[in-house]
């Protein structure tokens, strides 16, 4: 189970995790929105797991980027989100290895890009 605390602060919201870990969100400079979150999310999952499953094929990467960009369908809705990746290999193979599992990883490993496209419950408790 994954757990994340939010609170409201002085200077807009906090969201930290048990390992320590904080990340402040808002819409003033220097702040991430909780949109701009959820595109971290998916651009993390993704290439936090690409980038080992290609180095244990024998492929490192010269340079692996990515952008992650939304379009809306209403004020509260996502139409779709698209991952650009940003590579460079060093051969014709290790970018053939990657692609291969770039496509993998997000048809079958990656946890956000796959909770999104399946859609998931959220459900809302209210204490206090």
Avoid at 19 to 46: D, K
Wanted: glycine share 8%.
């Amino acid at each position: 189970m994954a757990f994340v605390h939010v609170e409201r602060t002085e200077d807009g919201f906090v969201a930290r995790n048990n390992r320590g870990a904080e990340i402040t969100m808002g819409t003033s400079e220097g702040q991430f929105s909780p949109l701009e979150l959820l595109l971290a999310a998916v651009g993390g999952c993704n290439i936090m797991t690409v980038e080992p499953l290609t180095a244990q094929r024998g492929h490192r990467l010269v340079r692996l980027a990515m952008d992650v960009t939304s379009e809306k369908a209403g004020p509260t809705q996502l139409e779709s989100v698209t991952v650009t990746y940003d590579v460079e290999a060093p051969s014709e193979e290790a970018r053939e290895v990657f692609e291969s599992v770039a496509q993998r990883v997000h048809e079958r490993h990656c946890i956000v890009s796959r909770s999104l496209e399946r859609g998931t419950e959220v459900r809302i408790i209210l204490n206090g």
